[in-house]
């Protein structure tokens, strides 16, 4: 089963994912691939694929992404080779941007879709203070695209509103629990 979170930047797409995945081993990550540079922490290969513009636009030449975007000036992507291989009882999870999203629900229309919301644009923006890994005017930019992002949600199946990490996990581990049951 592929499992798609988007939602606006700063939302918690991440952090809900890891702890999803850290409570559950039988799901597992998809690794995008990014030509922006690591945040602090960050490791290529675990947390993306940090790659090259030049390289980035050779994959999209040679037709390898299942989907890509650009977003606030760097490329993101999901290798077609990641998904092709996923088996019948296998969860894979992809935390993507909101363009990203339908365009895997038109290759696998299988797929579950999960949009993350924030409380309201206040705590979007707090969030996005606390990460410190973006200026004022960034953060600025960051909640105008929040905005605009979230008038996406109404393409996911489920929507969940990220108030606090463990209610948000339990619920989209129900969700995910519940489609499979189908």
């Not at 993306?48 to 989907?67: H, M, N, P």
């Not at 600025?140 to 929040?146: D, F």
């Amino acid at each position: 089963m592929i499992v798609v979170v988007s939602g606006p930047g700063g939302v918690g797409k991440s952090t809900v994912v890891a702890e999803l995945l850290r409570r559950h081993p039988d799901m597992h990550r998809s690794i995008s691939v990014t030509t922006r540079a690591p945040r602090p922490g960050e490791v290529s290969g675990v947390d993306y694929c940090f790659v090259t513009e030049e390289q980035f636009t050779d994959w999209i030449d040679k037709g390898l992404f299942a989907e890509y975007a650009d977003v606030r000036g760097h490329h993101y992507g999901t290798l077609m080779s990641s998904l092709q291989s996923v088996r019948l009882q296998e969860i894979i999870v992809l935390t993507i941007d909101i363009h990203g999203g339908p365009s895997i629900k038109r290759l696998f229309p299988e797929a579950l879709m999960i949009f993350l919301k924030p409380p309201d644009v206040m705590e979007l923006e707090r969030r996005l203070e606390c990460r410190g890994s973006e200026t004022p005017e960034e953060i600025v930019g960051r909640i105008e695209l929040g905005r605009y992002e979230m008038t996406f949600a109404k393409e996911y199946d489920y929507m969940v509103t990220n108030r606090d990490l463990d209610t948000t996990v339990d619920i989209v581990d129900s969700i995910v629990r519940s489609v499979l049951r189908r």
